[in-house]
């Protein structure tokens, strides 16, 4: 079935926030995961160790792609003025606050946390991280470059069109095969490989920390973005991935045991990787992010695409929730770090807990609220949010993106 422009996209609506609220269950994971958490739990799993590692490579990759898309949307829908006030408002602002709050406090109990569980003598050093806010910076870096390119092709580089059309021609076509996560994965390819040593395997794309730029990081999910801002203009191509979303799919999986045949289900046995198999490697990883990416993509445009209120409810609240969740999480990590309890019990029970203080403060403190208008486009009255189930929730005017 063609997909053409519409007013409001349920299905990317709803692989949002999948890849927000994927990200808590991927941090909910790293105690139990060797070597990706400071924090340790007792009871480490080889099961959440691959739950972390798939989440990893497609999570991220498969935001910044809709965010792009969304960006179009509103860039020209709003113009530019408009524009520029909604991304300072919904990205700048709870980049900048939400850091002071819950970035300060999750450095505070992570540090906790580290002195409880292995004594302040293997404490971290004290000092500027981005921790999981990067994001929202990388997001303002996308939407400059994008206004910046976008200017100079409208006045100088390209008055006519006729570069955009080209590109367009490309989309076209590499969408039209399986060939399209391979040529998206050929920046990015390169960039892994030039650091070759300095590469952490294992953990994929690097993650950025501070404001120097993480050039992997700019490639690989600037190119994601730009996809997403290109797709934009010929919307009809979704129904591809729509399609074919099973081929998708397998072929990601396949790709990620490939991955994982190489540098083992443990972190730490990625370090003694042959030269010749980090090549091999490369290709797989890069490869895969846009298999997973284009098969999500695809299911949730196949199941996903007619409106829920559920849906809503979750797209609504999950920017909130991954800004607040890491110093809960990292609390609820290290209470239970030494408790002698199995994973299959520690880790249920740090979602569950977690998952449940963040949703009812979003639904009464934040719904409700200028905080909510803030990161929703709008608020609830207290009254009714008091009153509303999830299920009854309505439609936010715009996302984070969007």
């Known amino acids: 079935m063609p997909i053409v ?90 980049m900048v606050v939400g850091w002071c709050i819950f970035g300060t406090l999750a450095i505070v109990i992570l540090h906790w946390g580290i002195a409880r569980t292995s004594g302040p003598s293997n404490s971290v050093p004290w000092g500027f991280t981005f921790l999981h806010f990067w994001f929202l910076y990388y997001l303002i870096i996308f939407y400059v470059l994008a206004l910046t390119l976008r200017e100079a092709f409208d006045g100088l580089i390209d008055r006519n069109g006729r570069i955009r059309r080209a590109i367009d021609t490309i989309v076209h076509g590499a969408t039209s095969s399986y060939t399209a996560p391979i040529i998206l994965a050929a920046p990015l390819f390169v960039v892994l490989l030039h650091r070759n040593e300095a590469w952490n395997m294992w953990f994929g794309i690097p993650t950025p920390h501070g404001f120097g730029p993480e050039v992997a990081a700019l490639v690989g999910y600037g190119s994601a973005f730009g996809f997403g801002w290109f797709l934009h203009r010929q919307t009809k191509l979704l129904g591809r991935w729509q399609a074919s979303w099973h081929i998708h799919l397998s072929i990601g999986v396949i790709l990620t045991a490939m991955c994982l045949s190489i540098v083992g289900i443990d972190p730490k046995s990625a370090t003694t990787v042959p030269a010749w198999s980090r090549i091999a490697y490369a290709l797989f990883y890069t490869t895969a992010i846009w298999f997973w990416t284009f098969g999500i993509l695809g299911v949730a445009l196949r199941f996903c695409s007619q409106e829920s209120q559920v849906r809503r409810y979750l797209a609504d609240s999950s920017y909130y929730l991954y800004l607040a969740h890491l110093p809960v999480i990292f609390f609820l990590q290290a209470a239970l770090a030494t408790v002698p309890l199995h994973w299959a019990v520690k880790f249920p029970l740090i979602l569950v807990i977690g998952l449940t203080v963040l949703f009812v403060g979003y639904h009464y403190w934040i719904r409700p609220t200028f905080i909510g208008a803030l990161l929703n486009g709008r608020k609830y009255p207290r009254r009714e949010a008091a009153r509303a189930r999830p299920e009854s929730a309505g439609i936010p005017r715009t996302l984070p993106g969007h």
Request: no cysteine; glycine share 6%; hydrophobic share 55%.
């Open 5 to 94: 422009a519409q007013d409001r996209y349920h299905a990317f609506d709803a692989v949002r926030a999948f890849a927000l609220l994927a990200g808590i269950v991927q941090h909910g994971s790293m105690s139990f995961v060797a070597v990706s958490s400071p924090v340790q739990d007792i009871s480490q799993s080889w099961i959440l160790s691959v739950t972390y590692y798939v989440i990893h490579i497609f999570r991220m990759g498969l935001f910044f792609m809709i965010a792009g898309f969304f960006a179009r949307i509103l860039l020209y829908r709003r113009g530019t003025r408009a524009f520029v006030q909604d991304r300072l408002m919904r990205i700048f602002v709870p």
